[in-house]
């Protein structure tokens, strides 16, 4: 399995607090992804890094903030938590672009209420 | 923006089996991926094919893709109960200059029966 951790795995927390997950990776692969996935919705792009300091927006980005100051470490934040982004979240890591496989950690359980 | 479905939403059938799920997608793509997410995990990748390749095949999967149509078929012969998963294709889109970002479907669930 890809080395790839997220942190915490599960978290519950009130409406208007900040909130971040952490994702480490001990591949040294360049990019690395936040999804969130929700019932009916599939699994949908927040952010994406392509370097460290380098981030890109991605479908959902709306709440939410990323920072890579290390290669092996993409942080996702959530500024004021409300209850639509209670959800599943992914961290994924790849070598390359998207033409070749991502290596997903086992996810964020975050519930807001 | 969706760029991959899947069909069919749910899938059952009998251990011993084959399972064929399929992906339709909007734009032009240089390559799809199908991945498989277990219950409780993340997902996992299967198997890529390049948007030039026809059929590939690993192990029990066979994955075909026609460009005309803009459809991919993921099969896994001789299903065992441990194939019980969801199932996710995914693409590049061309169209968004999206070399580096994947588009994924919401997935096909598959359950084996013993």
């Known amino acids: 399995d890809a080395g790839i951790t997220q942190s915490p795995r599960h978290k519950v927390t009130e409406t208007g607090t900040p909130v971040t997950l952490r994702c480490h990776q001990t591949e040294n692969h360049r990019y690395m992804y936040w999804y969130r996935q929700d019932p009916g919705h599939g699994l949908r792009l927040i952010h994406y890094s392509y370097g460290v300091k380098d981030t890109d927006k991605g479908e959902v980005s709306d709440g939410y903030s990323v920072s890579r100051s290390k290669t092996e470490d993409f942080l996702l934040t959530l500024e004021s938590a409300t209850s639509s982004q209670t959800s599943v979240y992914f961290c994924?890591?790849?070598?390359?672009?998207?033409?070749?496989?991502?290596?997903f950690g086992d996810g964020t359980r975050l519930s807001i209420l | 923006s969706q760029q991959g479905e899947e069909d069919p939403q749910a899938l059952s059938i009998q251990e011993g089996e084959n399972a064929t799920m399929n992906c339709s997608y909007k734009t032009s793509i240089n390559n799809l991926q199908w991945y498989r997410q277990n219950s409780g995990r993340g997902l996992v990748h299967l198997i890529l094919?390049?948007?030039?390749?026809r059929e590939k095949h690993s192990g029990r999967l066979r994955v075909t893709l026609d460009t005309s149509k803009k459809s991919s078929s993921l099969l896994i012969t001789a299903s065992r109960a441990a194939d019980t998963a969801s199932y996710f294709c995914a693409t590049d889109d061309l169209t968004q200059g999206g070399s580096e970002k994947l588009v994924f479907g919401k997935g096909t669930k598959l359950t084996v029966n013993p």
């Open positions: 994924a890591i790849s070598e390359g672009q998207a033409r070749t496989p991502q290596h």
């Open positions: 094919i390049r948007s030039n390749e």
